[in-house]
């Protein structure tokens, strides 16, 4: 079983920028889709961006523009790197991934990013 782990999550001013990476503890290779959701206590998850292994990205239209997902597969590693933070992009980040086209079943523990005003 892949074990996934994040980091880079970190307390930023809004405007400045961070990235996440989301190490894998095998080849993320046979991974179709990996993504990134984030949550705030007492909201849903939501979806931020996804990669599939194609190199297709898509992304929620709160972050389009501003953050940009990528994979190195050499290095079994997702990241998020994230520009022009808002206050409203404070939240826990999680990394997911799957192998078949249903719902996601690998996640990391998730990673804090704190945007202050």
């Known amino acids: 079983q892949v074990q996934l782990v994040e980091s880079g999550g970190s307390l930023v001013q809004a405007g400045g920028s961070l990235r996440l990476s989301c190490a894998a503890s095998?080849?993320?290779?046979?991974?179709?889709?990996m993504a990134w959701y984030r949550q705030t206590p007492g909201k849903e998850r939501e979806l931020v961006a996804t990669?599939?292994?194609?190199?297709?990205?898509y992304y929620a239209d709160s972050v389009k523009g501003r953050f940009t997902i990528s994979r190195d597969n050499a290095k079994n590693t997702l990241y998020l790197q994230m520009n022009s933070l808002k206050t409203e992009d404070t939240a826990m980040y999680y990394c997911?991934?799957?192998?078949?086209?249903?719902?996601?079943?690998?996640w990391g523990q998730g990673t804090q990013v704190t945007v202050s005003s």
């Open positions: 997911a991934a799957r192998k078949q086209l249903r719902a996601y079943d690998y």
């Open positions: 095998g080849s993320i290779f046979s991974f179709v889709t």
């Open positions: 990669i599939n292994n194609s190199g297709h990205t």
